[in-house]
């Protein structure tokens, strides 16, 4: 899996279920079995579903810090608050947990939104806020962010 790609609109049941859109359960389809990680999002009020090589690959980052520096040890403990395993059932869907339904304040609609290599999970109406509301300084952030970068073309030559 190099990168999943969409963005998917659905609804939670009463027991805190996302059925995943079909588009993305395809893209998943290599790496279901393997499971996944939920945990908070750190920069935003949403979620973020890692498939688990993904999720081993952050750790692999994570478990380098020195626990021996508070900052270090802070940041960990709340990085990985509320994280949990999860599995697609057997009809394909996702349960939510209670804690991270309360965090992400997610309702009855729910937006997934493909993050390079993680899904992130939002309330519909944050996730539509969220969007509309950084839509104003995106070509300067898009300049700021990727605005130095060389292309693979530029290199060659």
Known sequence: MESLIGTYECKTDAK??????????????????????????????????????????????????????????DFIRLFTAGVKNVELDASGRLLLPKDLLAYSKIQKEVVLSSAVSIIEIWDKELYENAINGALDDFAELAEQVMGGLNTEEDELS
């Open 16 to 73: 805190g279920r996302v059925m995943l859109a079909v588009g993305l359960k395809k893209q998943l389809e290599s790496i279901v079995h393997e499971g996944f990680v939920l945990k908070r999002s750190v920069f935003q009020p949403c979620l973020e579903l890692y498939p688990m090589k993904e999720w081993n690959k952050v750790m692999g980052q994570v478990g380098k810090l020195n626990r021996f520096v508070k900052k270090n040890n």
